[in-house]
């Protein structure tokens, strides 16, 4: 089971994993850095951000993994771009199924569970998109269901045609739209049943994040055969103020992580659960004259769970050495993608991500 998390908006990897023995660190950032006294310090050199004192008694525990300095070639400050580019896992050219949408098509998984795949979120994310799974996109379990059920004449109009196969006109794609809106239908009236019997563990914070790692959690426990599920925390476009959002969202994310792994353990799961974080790209390594960051290249992720080799991974970009004015990245996240699929998922990489790349020793 994987668990991606994406940190929308672009996460600042310097004030996350904090190189507080960088004294160049602190000529660039002299409103917003971290100070030296708040940084829980992993070692003489680098820590985590103050707020995220949970994670960092996960990471003792050993059950964190940072990767560090993460991104790729000739690298993109668009929002919508990156995101694309990561959730594709393809910067070179467009592509029009995600990274996790190949694996869940590649992967031979019963094609009548409606659920090998599903995005805690309004909209399904690039990278779940796949050719010939449906992957269903619930933002919460009494959210979830076609739109047309809030209309009486619509849904019954809906139903008249499922039940009876009946087109209303002829098209080459509409007997697979139907398709995918009947599973939607099953799904929504099955997954609230399947996970009914579930009862959480622990204590989540009541924030969104806090929020769809217990249902996540709740689809986990419920044994409903899902492989990949998806969630979303932020937004981390941290132009202006940063210190303030930045700091409250990592605490959120940090708490939520932290509670998440305390149901799972409870109900014997978290060996069995991976949980990795992206983010587009990171940000500018100096500050900006509104005491945020601009948008920027390399950025730390987090492989967290029970089978994880916990520590550092990857080199921390060299503040002297800057790709005009950002962190030059030192591990392409296709690397962590397939250190994913072939040690975690159990899937030949380079078929999904179209090419070869080393992987990591974080996963066994």
Known sequence: MLVLVNLQGGNDGLNCVVPHGDGQYYSFRPSIGIPRGDV?????????????????????????AIVQGVGYPDPDHSHFRSTEIWQTASPGKYEHTGWLGRYLDDAGLPKDNLFNGVAISQVLPEAMIAR??????????????????????SRSAYTSIIEQKRLPFRSPYLSHVMEIEDHAQKGSQELPKLVAGYKASASYPATPIGRSLALAAQIIGSK????????????????????????????????????????????????????MTFSEFGRRVGENASRGTDHGEASPLFLIGGGVKGGMYGQYPDLGKLNMGNLAFSTDFRSVYATVLEKWLGRASSPILAGSFPTLSALG
């Open 40 to 64: 829980l310090s992993i070692n003489e050199h680098i820590g985590l951000n103050p707020e995220m004192k949970s994670l960092k008694n996960m990471y003792d525990k050993g059950m964190v």
């Open 132 to 153: 010939n799974t449906d992957v269903p996109a619930i933002p919460q379990i009494n959210g979830y269901g076609l739109l047309s059920d809030r209309n009486a004449d």
């Open 224 to 275: 409903v055969g899902t492989k990949i599920l998806y969630v979303q925390h932020g937004s981390f476009d941290t132009h202006i103020n940063q210190k303030g959002v930045q700091d409250r969202l990592l605490g959120e994310l940090s708490n939520a992580l932290s509670a998440f792994y305390d149901d799972l353990s409870a109900h014997g799961n978290d060996k069995r659960v991976l949980t």
